[in-house]
């Protein structure tokens, strides 16, 4: 079959084709009568099966977490009797309407959101056919504030039916009612309420663990990966002890976890929330009825420590290291030693800046240039032309916009986080735990004449093996699936034995403290080592050298 014949598929197609010896017929979603059926520890489900991929949708992994579940840990769903249809996605965590480009806003289903949002989405070639595939978990992105699996982006049946994984996408809690951290304000009801859109993810791994041979995958080899806010959920995982060994490698794009929230911080900001809602510490049960527009109005934007936007009223909400289910920033001054023997692939992209909707792509002169570095990085005269000239001698072809861009983005949290993180993992393979390997995304995109270059999201399509569901994103040129073939494979080859190297990419080496070994994935891929060094030293050495005025913040 060609591999481009699967992209014809309707949704509600219905196919007939044979799996081993038996002939299974797709399901209408509007009838499902004929669906595949599997079997799961809360009962039997009913999904569809189109072009040799079995698809199940919105299957619950967690109870309801309205009323009296809400900011509380996840429990078992309840059982059911008879097949549950899982035709059609789950609904999506509680959440104020994001913020994207126009061209990745559009693979946005937006679709309807509640509190008994605890659902994920399985594709496979097999169910309970004896084959152990490779399971990849994929964590969808928008900080810890919004976002969905529901994305089109993140549809995960090309990725099935091109290399015989097994994918599952997941639905979690998220900001107020995933991370308001209650624990320390002296309510014992509430004692365990902290970190429960993480803990969440971590019931969603038990499940695989318990479930997914009935899906043809192997609960003993299993990716996490995510990007974004997506990659700083993987990153917090590799330090939770009770995601410890539901999981078998990760991988992290444009997202890290070398920062956290301390629980001083975190409750400060539930006492905000309590403030503003008229509730005193012992009155907490209240919160659980609260109208879900009333809990999100506390979140809407607002000045946030750090620059976040995952709050209002100056709330963190994110995860919190609460010496419990978060012992400590995974990627702080160390590595976690709980995922020592977890295997890590982290990347970002050139321009990860580029993703913000606002930005304007006029040309700027070099004194703009100069005065927008000055102002970046809170730099001095002679620090921003020590740092521009690095970057117009490393880069002669680059226009000032192009400089700007790039800097914009080695500067950010994407660029320093992620360096940051390969780094830790590094020196901890250095001791003969699991490697770590690195990449760095180059491509730059047709759209909008090129405006967008390599921004933040643009990997994701040839990471799933999307290309041809991201035009909008990545346009349509031929090019996209030579490089949509390396990418996706590199990706299957670490999750299937813990090593990215293929027959279609160069020799990709693991990162080591003095090798720093960088995969570039553009339409010729290379290894280099330590790439553009000069430039992110630059940036790290011109931040923050301007004297600060007295009475700056």
């Known amino acids: 079959m060609n591999r481009r014949s699967f992209l014809g598929r309707g949704a509600a197609a ?19 009568e004929s669906g595949p059926i599997a079997e799961t520890s809360a009962g039997k489900i009913r999904g569809v099966a189109e072009n040799k991929i079995y698809t199940f949708k919105g299957i619950p992994y967690g109870a309801s977490t309205a009323g009296a579940g809400r900011f509380l840990p996840p429990s078992k769903p309840q059982g059911w009797t008879g097949v549950k249809d899982t035709l059609e996605l789950g609904l999506r965590a509680p959440q104020l309407p994001g913020n994207l480009v126009p061209q990745m806003g559009v693979m946005d289903r937006t679709e309807p959101m509640g509190e008994d949002c605890l659902v994920l989405n399985v594709w496979s070639q097999g169910l309970k056919d004896g084959r152990k595939r490779p399971v990849m978990m994929w964590i969808h992105g928008g900080g810890f504030a919004n976002g969905s699996a529901g994305f089109t982006l993140y549809d995960g049946h090309n990725l099935a039916a091109r290399h015989d994984v097994v994918l599952v996408s997941i639905n979690h809690r998220l900001n107020i009612f995933g991370f308001l951290y209650l624990a320390e304000l002296g309510n014992a009801q509430f004692a365990q309420a902290s970190n429960v859109g993480m803990l969440d993810i971590v019931a969603s791994l ?77 009155q907490l049960a209240q919160l659980q009825r609260v109208p879900v527009a009333k809990m999100l109005d506390q979140t809407r934007a607002g000045p946030q420590p750090g620059g976040g936007n995952n709050g209002g009223f100056g709330l963190n909400l994110g995860p919190v290291v609460d010496g419990k289910t978060l012992p400590a920033v995974p990627f702080g001054a160390v590595a976690s030693e709980l995922s020592a023997d977890v295997p890590l692939m982290i990347s970002s992209t050139e321009t990860e800046s580029t993703w913000n909707p606002g930005l304007q792509y006029d040309p700027i002169d070099d004194g703009e240039l100069r005065g927008r570095v000055k102002q970046m990085l ?5 620090a921003a032309d020590r740092v521009i000239a690095v970057y117009k001698k490393n880069r002669p072809k680059a226009s000032n916009l192009d400089v700007l861009l790039i800097m914009a983005s080695d500067a950010s ?53 999307n290309v041809d569901i991201a035009r909008t994103l990545v346009g349509d040129g031929k090019e996209r699936y030579a490089l949509e073939d390396k990418m996706s494979g590199a990706f299957v080859a670490f999750a299937r034995g813990g090593n990215p190297d293929h027959k279609g990419i160069p020799h990709w080496p693991a990162y080591t403290p003095t090798q720093r070994a960088t995969l570039i994935w553009n339409n010729q891929v290379r290894v280099a080592d330590d790439p553009f060094r000069e430039e992110k030293d630059a940036v790290a050495a011109a931040k923050g050298s301007a004297p600060q005025r007295r009475g700056a913040a």
């Open 378 to 382: 809170r730099a001095e005269d002679a």
């Open 206 to 282: 038990e499940w695989v663990r318990d479930n997914i041979a009935n899906f043809g995958g192997d609960p003993g080899n299993v990716t996490i990966m995510g990007q974004s806010g997506g990659g700083s959920k993987v990153s917090t995982l590799m330090g939770m002890p009770s995601a410890k060994g539901l999981f078998h490698r990760a991988i992290a794009m444009s997202g890290s976890a070398v920062n956290g929230i301390s629980a001083s911080q975190a409750t400060e900001s539930a006492n905000r929330v309590l403030h503003a809602l008229n509730l005193r510490p012992d």
């Open 413 to 465: 949290n994407f660029r320093t986080g992620t360096d940051t993180e390969a780094d830790r993992k590094a020196v901890q393979a250095a001791r003969g735990k699991a490697p770590v390997y690195k990449a760095y995304f180059q491509w730059y995109s047709p759209v909008r004449g090129g405006f967008l270059r390599a921004m933040h999201t643009m990997d994701i399509p040839f990471a799933l093996s």
């Open 14 to 32: 219905t196919t007939v084709f044979m799996s081993g010896s038996k002939a299974f017929a797709a399901a209408s979603k509007l009838g499902g």
